[in-house]
């Protein structure tokens, strides 16, 4: 019997942006040059694994977190190069995604781009079109579990 799924729309997830930044920055170097453009406090935790259906192989992310109390966001920014593949291969030119996540929905992300921009070494930032990745569930689900695992 054929497996179900049940696809994910982007209005399962309010108040999420993703910025699909591609630079020849190291992880490290990205998340230094955000905190210094947007104030922000990014801080390196354990890498990300997410589990790729296809290959049934588990990879791992490197993953930078913080959360801004007065705007109620958290703040993740994630690799998505790996050598076993791209986490999120929707937006394969993106070398990060950088996921801000509120209760409510985030007018912060364009002024999020905007400083972003503004960093040397970003060829390119895009907001995502979230009803484009179609991994977009699995990639929250297994956000979550690592964070809870972790706390």
Not at 14 to 41: E, H, K, M, V
Request: proline letters at 4%; hydrophobic letters at 40%.
């Amino acid at each position: 019997m054929a497996k179900r799924k049940l696809i994910s729309t982007p209005a399962s997830y309010p108040g999420l942006s993703i910025i699909a930044i591609s630079s020849t920055l190291r992880d490290y170097r990205l998340a230094f040059y955000i905190n210094q453009a947007a104030g922000l406090d990014l801080a390196k935790t354990d890498d990300l694994p997410v589990f790729m259906e296809r290959e049934a192989k588990e990879y791992t992310y490197p993953l930078f977190a913080c959360f801004e109390s007065s705007l109620r966001t958290h703040y993740y920014l994630i690799g998505n190069n790996h050598t076993g593949g791209k986490m999120c291969p929707d937006y394969k030119h993106a070398d990060y995604l950088l996921l801000l996540h509120s209760p409510e929905d985030n007018e912060n992300a364009t002024e999020m781009m905007a400083n972003v921009k503004k960093i040397a070494g970003i060829q390119l930032t895009i907001q995502a079109d979230l009803s484009k990745i179609r991994n977009l569930e699995g990639l929250m689900n297994d956000l979550e579990l690592h964070l809870v695992k972790k706390g």
